[in-house]
T-cell receptor, first 114, second 114 residues
Framework: AQSVTQLDSQVPVFEEAPVELRCNYS??????LFWYVQYPNQGLQLLLK??????LVKGINGFEAEFNKSQTSFHLRKPSVHISDTAEYFC????????????FGSGTRLLVRP | DTGVSQDPRHKITKRGQNVTFRCDPI?????LYWYRQTLGQGPEFLTY????????KSRLLSDRFSAERPKGSFSTLEIQRTEQGDSAMYLC????????????FGPGTRLTVT
């Protein structure tokens, strides 16, 4: 079975400051890793994904994430946030060679203040 | 290119009534997924179709829930004898052949059971 833990339910940060949203996962099989963003009253949008290869993955809107196999982590970072980055961020895993269903964490609300 | 669409966007129903939601995936996407998201939580996998075949169902999908994708295009999710605990956002996602690990989400249907 797989599980995803996002320890921070909310992260407040000032505009133009750096931010890191933490994600840890547990799985007995190899998984793909994802970060999704959800704006109010909208569906989820894929920010970035790790399938294989380089452990540093770059996504849309200036976000990047680093896969750390030994720590089973996939933390999301952005060097300078904007007000428009205020949203809910979800980390997810998908077991390989399966239905490719996504297993999500409980989400982290990023609140960017002016 | 239109994205994944869901109808209705909002549904209010009384306990005990039946409801049906529709999802139209992106054209030519052969995989279709249903997820449920309750307030403050990440989406949870319900079921998935490859073309018209329903290949996996979560234990969350009780006997009151049924999903179909009769022609391998749009899908419906029906909930019979709704309960207050069914109140949630129901999300649909689809993925293309050869890109099984990239799911595109619709805006969701918010169900409120009174």
């Amino acid at each position: 079975a797989q599980s995803v833990t996002q320890l921070d339910s909310q992260v407040p940060v000032f505009e133009e400051a750096p931010v890191e949203l933490r994600c840890n996962y547990s799985s007995s099989v190899s998984v793909y890793l994802f970060w999704y963003v959800q704006y109010p009253n909208q569906g989820l949008q894929l920010l970035l994904k790790y399938l294989s290869g380089s452990t540093l993955v770059k996504g849309i809107n200036g976000f990047e994430a680093e896969f750390n196999k030994s720590q089973t982590s996939f933390h999301l970072r952005k060097p300078s946030v904007h007000i428009s980055d205020t949203a809910e961020y979800f980390c997810a895993v998908s077991p390989l060679r399966s239905s490719y269903k996504l297993i999500f964490g409980s989400g982290t609300r990023l609140l960017v203040r002016p | 290119d239109t994205g994944v669409s869901q109808d209705p966007r909002h549904k209010i129903t009384k306990r005990g009534q039946n409801v049906t939601f529709r999802c139209d995936p992106i054209s030519e996407h052969n995989r279709l997924y249903w997820y449920r998201q309750t307030l403050g939580q990440g989406p949870e996998f319900l079921t998935y179709f490859q073309n018209e075949a329903q290949l996996e169902k979560s234990r969350l999908l009780s006997d009151r829930f049924s999903a179909e994708r009769p022609k391998g295009s749009f899908s419906t999710l029906e909930i019979q004898r709704t309960e207050q605990g069914d109140s949630a956002m129901y999300l649909c996602a689809s993925s293309a052949p050869g890109q099984r690990n990239e799911q595109y989400f619709g805006p969701g249907t918010r169900l409120t059971v009174t």
